[in-house]
């Protein structure tokens, strides 16, 4: 197949990732190329070249930070995607895969001569609520997990639910984590993440924690974040994924903290993949994703609730937690998820173009 993929344009899809989007685009692009297909990426500028994408504007994120500056990046961005819904007008592509949780793709979408399938990585927004009503009601929709499919059922009826998936070629098991213990936490240190929490809770259970990711908010991090800091923390910077596999899978268990209705987590993914249990609040996809042989969950913003259930964790079976993962994460059967839903859109989208049945004429009926 041919299929074109439109990438979130707020950051580059490439290593190490801001986030689950970005590394979520970055693998299925791959692989979607490593099993035959021909595929075009759309997406800003410091996209990873091996992917060959089409450059199509500076990354849009950086100034999400200033008010000032939104209604700059809203033109940016509209602009940007109007460019590539034209390219893929005007290309050669059997299929069109949208991640940019964009209103404008799923507009422009009647547009197209070949279907659309819209990937659904968040809970609804006033936006992309939006562009989702005035999109073809045949469009298919994928989600992410089965919350993410509950959260959008009022408006799409039926989306198809592919988990996302991790490589775990990459995110190798480790029987047995470091002889020095500690808990790990991964993510952008933001508000809705919860590193403040994590901090608080991995210090009630006695335990340092290490902790990686970027830092888009330095308010957060001068008010939440620098006071914590102590011997027992580590902070390894921003980590690309074979870092992250490595202190992933030396830790006792991995700290998952989010403050919103969390849609999948792909930290979770990683870690298990790892062999490494998960302590996280009971909150948006996680009851989902995990179980109790490879997991721990606890009250949403309780720290108390949190360093209760990081004992409980690392007293997991690291095996189970593997399992889980291989049952659950594996990129190539996420990737075989979505070939399965191009076909199927392929097929709806030939009926649809069919001419409408020539009605024979039954003796004796009447005119």
């Known amino acids: 197949m041919k299929i074109a993929i439109i990438a979130h344009l ?13 590394m979520h685009t970055h693998l299925l692009a791959g692989a979607l190329k490593r099993r035959g297909h021909d595929v075009t990426l759309f997406a800003s500028e410091g996209s990873d070249p091996a992917l060959a994408p089409v450059y199509v504007c500076q990354p849009t994120g950086d100034g999400l930070g200033d008010p000032l500056r939104h209604a700059s990046i809203d033109r940016a961005e509209n602009a940007a995607y109007a460019r590539i819904m034209d390219a893929v007008r005007n290309g050669d592509f059997d299929i069109l895969h949208n991640n940019s949780l964009h209103d404008l793709p799923l507009r422009r979408s009647q547009d197209l001569a070949i ?23 045949t469009m298919p929709f994928a989600a992410v997990s ?28 480790r029987p047995v984590p470091d002889p020095v213990p500690y808990v790990f936490w991964s993510g952008r240190i933001v508000p809705e993440k919860g590193l403040h929490l994590a901090i608080d809770a991995a210090r009630a259970a006695g335990l340092p924690l290490h902790f990686a990711g970027p830092r888009p908010n330095p308010a957060y991090w001068a008010d939440w974040i620098a006071p914590r800091l102590g011997d027992d923390l580590t902070d390894l910077g921003h980590l690309g994924h074979a870092d992250l596999a490595r202190h992933l899978g030396g830790a006792r268990a991995a700290l998952v903290t989010p403050r919103w209705e969390e849609p999948f987590g792909l930290v979770v993914a990683e870690a298990l993949a790892c062999g490494t249990p998960v302590a996280g609040f009971r909150r948006g996809a996680l009851p989902d994703i995990l179980d109790a042989s490879c997991g721990a969950l606890a009250e949403p913003d309780d720290v108390a609730s949190l360093s209760d259930a990081i004992v409980r964790a690392v007293a997991l079976d690291r095996r189970a937690c593997r ?18 839903l191009y076909e199927a859109a392929l097929a709806a989208h030939d009926l649809s173009r069919l001419p409408p049945p020539r009605l024979r004429r039954v003796a004796g009926a009447q005119a």
Request: aromatic share 10%; hydrophobic share 45%; charged share 20%.
């Open 146 to 173: 089965n919350h993410t499919a509950d959260a959008w059922r009022e408006i799409v009826a039926e989306p198809v639910v592919i988990g996302n998936g991790v490589e775990l070629s990459v995110f190798v098991y």
């Open 10 to 22: 707020k950051f580059p899809i490439a290593q190490p990732y801001p986030g689950g989007l970005e």
């Open 323 to 340: 399992q889980r993962a291989e049952d659950l994460f594996d990129a190539d059967a996420m990737t075989a998820g979505y070939e399965a």
């Open 115 to 137: 279907p659309m399938v819209t990937a659904l990585h968040t809970p609804p927004f006033e936006s992309l609520e939006a562009g989702v009503r005035a999109a073809p009601v």
